[in-house]
């Protein structure tokens, strides 16, 4: 949500912000702009639309300034527009900053600064802090403490980096909230949101913490809070694989991801699954092993797809383990008064590990006792570096704002740790045995599907014209309806629901006709029978089923109108296999209709604002 970057060093900034820029898109491309000091003064190019709508604005132009920052949008308060996007300035026009995040009270610190004679001249939040920075310089003369003064007046989230031209060779960064990492290269720094953006130039790296501050300039940096007290730094090596961000011959970064599971699923499980006895070894949790035995209840709270994984890890850990677990999303969980019990353990799960709910429900149930447990891809974000333990999902880089590989991941360790809680719990070697080789054969299983990536891109196109949809799964497979409807909706914007499919006569069975194409995943398991009975009820109306099947289940031929065949597993595993053809199937619908599956409308990869 929103991609900020600043350079220092001996190379052409505009060069390593444009770079940049171009591999934190996916956070948001709305607008677009960079700051630079041509000739001592700070010059500002900025534009609507994607990044190579800023390219277009700036060709021909040869910046030779070392130092810049840089911003890709997506938007909170403003409309996307040439004027609303980043850097903003001061009323000097010797400072520039771009900032990630909300700035809650910017209506107050607006309405005081117009009285003391300030110009405001946009919608935005950080024009309000471009100009409250600039107050402060007016006063203290320097870059550094003005911004810890005017952050100290702030409420809300920040990414910042703010330049000026008074100081030519220096920026400084500052975080709440929203992350941001700083690169160590030779003779050269970088600070940006993502490590996607700092790899063009080290992989050595410090994440800085919240209401943490750096000042960087050619010879070096310093660390500091917020409120001007020193802080300790720890340098780390990013394990990123430049090929694992670049769309390798595919059209689209979804597509790459979708085909990347079998190895992807293999890596969730890598050095974990036990099949010769049965266990799981969870080395991430093995401090809290005690805690994990005790557990009296488990709440486990994320958002958008990771809440539709925890859906199913619910009917995973109840089942397994016999503990109850509760699923909340995290943007209610933070606000409501959640009862948190001794005993009780919080799992939030994140892709992304910076989704500003997801963390502020993390720091909610901890600041009320709880163990908090993390289930997270990005090595070393914040919900990772927030949370007491918790098991990483090795997905690599998820770079297309649909979130699929991530999905399958995150259910594969959410079995492997009701297997793991179930054996603490007197599930036996044998149950366990069964579940981790079912496991080894997913890789292999999902490739089979892959490979009927035709057949699925023919269904895709007899959808062609339809508006509306609707999912429909029971048990475990319920979830994946859901995450089938939000694939669709999301980058196709054809309307679709998801449903268990028994709900489906309380209310939207009045939706069916023959324009409705409904959806359903008909799995074998023991309430196959039923779901089946929720198919003719759809047929009865005319409806058009598109069904997910077991292999080898010719009667449901008879019934429906298209199938796409998944190989049998054990009822628990449905959903890693089931969600791979819904995953297509909403790609072709969006590639039909000619978008940009990458970078839906209105969405960005990681919501890093409320
Ligand atoms: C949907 C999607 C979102 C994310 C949600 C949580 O395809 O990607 O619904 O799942 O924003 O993001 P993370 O998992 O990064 O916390």
Request: proline share 3%; charged share 25%.
């Amino acid at each position: 949500m929103c991609g900020i970057i600043g350079y220092i060093g001996e190379k052409k900034a505009v060069n390593i912000l444009m770079t940049g820029l171009k591999m934190m898109e996916y956070r948001g491309y709305d607008s677009s702009g960079i700051s630079v000091l041509e000739d001592d003064k700070i010059v500002i190019k900025k534009k609507k639309g994607k990044i190579s709508e800023l390219e277009h604005e700036i060709a021909g132009t040869d910046f030779l300034s070392n130092i810049g920052i840089a911003h890709t949008r997506w938007a909170t308060h403003g409309e996307p527009s040439d004027e609303n996007a980043h850097p903003h300035f001061d009323n000097s026009g010797k400072i520039s900053i771009v900032h990630n995040g909300i700035i809650e009270n910017y209506q107050t610190l607006k309405t005081t600064l117009e009285k003391e004679g300030y110009k405001i001249s946009t919608p935005t939040d950080t024009e309000v802090l471009a100009v409250l920075i600039g107050a402060k310089y007016d006063i203290v003369k320097n870059l550094d403490h003005a911004v810890r003064l005017a952050l100290s007046e702030v409420e809300g989230t920040f990414g910042l980096l703010a330049m000026c031209s008074e100081e030519p060779d220096k920026f400084v960064a500052a975080r709440r909230g929203s992350p941001l990492v700083l690169g160590i290269g030779d003779d050269e720094y970088i600070v940006a949101s993502d490590n996607a953006a700092i790899i063009q130039a080290t992989k050595r790296v410090i994440y800085l913490r919240d209401n943490e501050m750096v000042v960087v300039d050619k010879d070096g940096f310093i660390t500091k809070t917020i409120t001007n007290e020193s802080t300790k730094i720890k340098v780390e090596e990013i394990e990123y694989n430049e090929s694992e961000i670049q769309k390798g011959g595919y059209d689209y970064f979804m597509l790459k991801e979708i085909h990347e599971q079998p190895e992807t699923v293999r890596n969730a499980c890598r050095g974990r699954l036990m099949s010769n006895d049965g266990n799981i070894k969870l080395g991430g949790l093995h401090s809290v092993e005690d805690k994990l035995r005790k557990a009296k209840r488990i709440i486990i709270t994320a958002c958008g797809t990771s809440w539709h994984a925890a859906l199913v890890g619910e009917y995973l850990i109840e089942s397994m383990a016999k503990i109850p677990v509760e699923v909340e999303y995290a943007s209610e969980f933070r606000y409501r008064d959640a009862i948190i019990e001794k005993d009780d353990i919080v799992f939030v799960i994140s892709q992304s590990g910076e989704t500003a709910d997801t963390l502020a429900a993390a720091k909610e149930a901890k600041q009320k006792g709880a163990l908090v447990l993390g289930i997270v891809n990005a090595v070393g974000s914040t919900i990772a570096r927030e949370t007491e333990a918790g098991i990483y999902i090795h997905a690599g880089p998820e770079i297309g704002v649909a979130s699929t590989k991530a999905f399958t991941s995150q259910l594969t360790v959410l079995t492997q740790l009701a297997i793991y809680l179930g054996r603490m719990r007197g599930m036996n070697q044998l149950d366990g045995k069964k579940l981790a080789t079912a496991i080894e054969q997913l890789p292999d299983q999902i490739q089979q599907i892959l490979e009927r990536e035709e057949d699925i891109k023919k269904i895709a196109d007899s959808m062609k014209g339809v508006k509306n949809c609707l999912y429909l799964g029971r048990g475990y497979n319920y979830p994946v309806a859901l995450e089938g409807a939000l694939k669709l909706k999301e980058i196709s914007y054809i309307h679709a629901e998801g449903y268990p499919a028994a709900e489906m006569k309380h209310g939207p069975i009045a939706l069916i006709d023959e324009d409705m194409p409904v959806v359903f995943i008909a799995t074998h398991d023991e309430i196959y029978d039923k779901v089946i009975s929720n198919i003719e009820e759809v047929k009865a109306r005319n409806g058009k089923v598109i069904a997910i099947a077991s292999e080898g289940d010719e009667q449901i031929k008879n019934i429906v109108d298209k199938v796409i065949y998944i190989p049998e597993t054990v009822p628990c595993l449905t959903p890693i296999l089931a969600v791979i053809p819904l995953q297509l199937l909403s790609y072709y619908a969006a590639l039909n209709l000619g978008l940009d599956v990458d970078k839906p409308r209105n969405l960005a990869k990681s919501v890093t604002v409320e």
